[in-house]
């Protein structure tokens, strides 16, 4: 019986761990450089935030990108593999929230801005407040930027 009770907990681990690798791929959490523009302004942080959507629509996911920037260094981004990866919750806005708290070590943003491509849904928004994202910015945002809202 205890021989059962570990391949069957031995089974079920591998398949979280499988599980985990595919979330984790999809925040993109394989250590890389970000890479920061040149001009370090709404325009710039849009720019990079455009490359991001080109990537996912090249590689044939839905066309949005995102970064976080927090004291004016992108510190995380992401975009779509909603296509990619089948899964309905990966959208840039909040890929990139992982891959910046991730970087951080805390689930704690309030000192970040977001830059992204278009205005985060009512699923995106929530994340950006439950970390506390102090704004975010797109082409048509005010300069200063729009407060995360809970939308229910």
């Known amino acids: 019986m205890r021989a059962l009770h570990c391949s069957r907990r031995f089974a079920l681990s591998s398949i979280g761990i499988a599980s985990l690798g595919s979330l984790i791929r999809a925040a993109g959490a394989v250590a890389q450089e970000l890479r920061q523009p040149s001009d370090r302004s709404k325009a710039g942080y849009l720019a990079r935030a455009r490359e991001l959507r080109e990537q996912a629509v090249r ?44 970087r951080l070590g805390t689930a704690d943003l309030s000192d970040c801005e977001v830059y992204s491509t278009a205005t985060p849904c009512p699923m995106c928004q929530a994340a950006l407040y439950w970390a506390r994202v102090r704004r975010y910015h797109n082409q048509n945002t005010p300069p200063e930027g729009v407060a995360p809202r809970l939308s229910c």
Do not use: F, S
């Open 59 to 102: 590689e044939g996911d839905q066309a949005y990108g995102a970064i976080v920037v927090r004291a004016g260094t992108i510190v995380g981004e992401g975009r779509n593999y909603v296509i990619l990866h089948t899964d309905p919750t990966a959208h840039a806005e909040l890929l990139a929230v992982r891959d910046a708290a991730r």
